[in-house]
């Protein structure tokens, strides 16, 4: 008997059809002996639905109420399948989170799971299946928070770890993690297995099989997980510790994201500490700022400083800076018609030539590069928008993932 947490997301509980999918998935598992703790995500566009509800009411709604109001998505398919389950004859109950209960802490819609109590839904496990709504927690002082878009999967690794599950699945629309979006390249190829490090990196560059955290912390706490299919039964990517970085191949996969939007403070001040005081602000405003670039004038007096942020934050960080009195400027340009394109891959650190590799690939196709951000495993590229799929194409083909 193994311990097993399962997790759907939003198209694997998409309708009642495959929430009664889901369950006969479940039922194999616990009839085979095994304890199944299932984490849900919210049915697929429900997220969104309540999204636009609140904005029907105001564009800057309390985001105390904001968690409130997402929050019942995942408890919908919860039930659901919790009912599913008990009508094909097996013992199931939902677990809410102020049930558990799941503490979180920091801001609303942005929270982090710290614990949670183990001890009734352990004993529940050795007679039935557990469903826990992903993607919320409840804080100190008694109020319902969530954890980000894509939370689930962090709900997900958090039990896994908490709980000592023997294995932590993540069941989703594809089988397994590919080398770019298949949806858009139909080339791409699917990982067998894949590093936590190269994993992370593609998630938090735009890749939307799994949420950045998640894998994070599985790393940090050596929580072997799988990618699979909901609606197959074939084997999906293992995600494991660095022993299982493949070296041999240069680059894994490419990754890209939309929702990025850059901005250059022009004829700044050279001075020591005038990029603490321009981020300063944007920590304080929970404002993530990624790639930064420094342009140092002929006279050696000013410098150009440009950044990128995610577009959403776009406007506030533009009020921040109007408002910052310790930093002086000429003048602040923005660009919101922009996509990160990034390549990963453990195998980068010893194979020279990647950079070249990938600059005279995108100059080949007359793409324009706005911004470089490098790490170990990755080198990424703001471009124009427009030019992005022909990027993610060239670089697919050049880098031998087709």
Known sequence: MVKKVLKFGGTSVGSIDRIQHV???????????????????????????????SKNISENFDKRELDVLLSTGE???SSLLAGALINSDVKARTWLNWQIPILTEGEHSNSRIINMNINKINNFLKTGVAIIPGFQGISNNGDITTIGRGGSDATAVAVAKLFNADTCEIYTDVDGVYSTDPN???????????????????????????????????????IPLEVRSTFTDRKGTKIFDQDNIDYSKSVTG??????????????????????????????????????????????QKTTDITFTIKR???????????????????????????????????????TPGITYK?????????????AI????????????????????????TIFELD
């Open 254 to 299: 490419v990754a890209y994201s939309k929702d990025d939007a850059k901005i250059t403070l022009i004829g700044v001040e050279d001075k020591p500490g005038v990029a603490a005081n321009i981020f300063e602000p944007m920590n304080k405003a929970q404002i993530n700022v990624d790639m930064v670039i420094q342009n140092i004038s002929a006279d």
């Open 75 to 77: 408890q919908v398919s």
């Open 23 to 53: 369950a006969g998935i479940i039922k194999r598992e616990f009839e085979a002996g095994n304890q199944v703790i299932a984490i849900v995500s919210a049915m697929s566009g429900k997220t969104n639905d309540l999204i636009n509800l």
């Open 373 to 396: 951000s490098t790490s170990e495993i990755k080198l990424s590229v703001i471009i124009d928008e427009k030019n992005t799929l022909n990027a993610v194409k060239k670089l697919h």
């Open 358 to 370: 990938m600059f005279r690939g995108l100059a080949d196709e007359k793409i324009n590069i706005l």
């Open 312 to 350: 959403d934050d776009l406007l506030k960080t533009r009020e921040i800076l109007k408002a910052n009195k310790n930093v002086v400027y000429k003048n602040i340009t923005q660009n919101e018609n922009v996509a990160k394109v990034s390549i990963v891959g453990a195998g980068m650190v010893s």
């Open 184 to 222: 858009k390249i139909p080339v791409a190829k699917k990982i067998e297995r894949i590093s936590y490090d190269e994993m992370l990196e593609l998630s938090s560059l735009g890749a939307k099989v799994m949420q950045s955290s998640a894998v994070q912390t599985a790393m940090m706490y050596n």
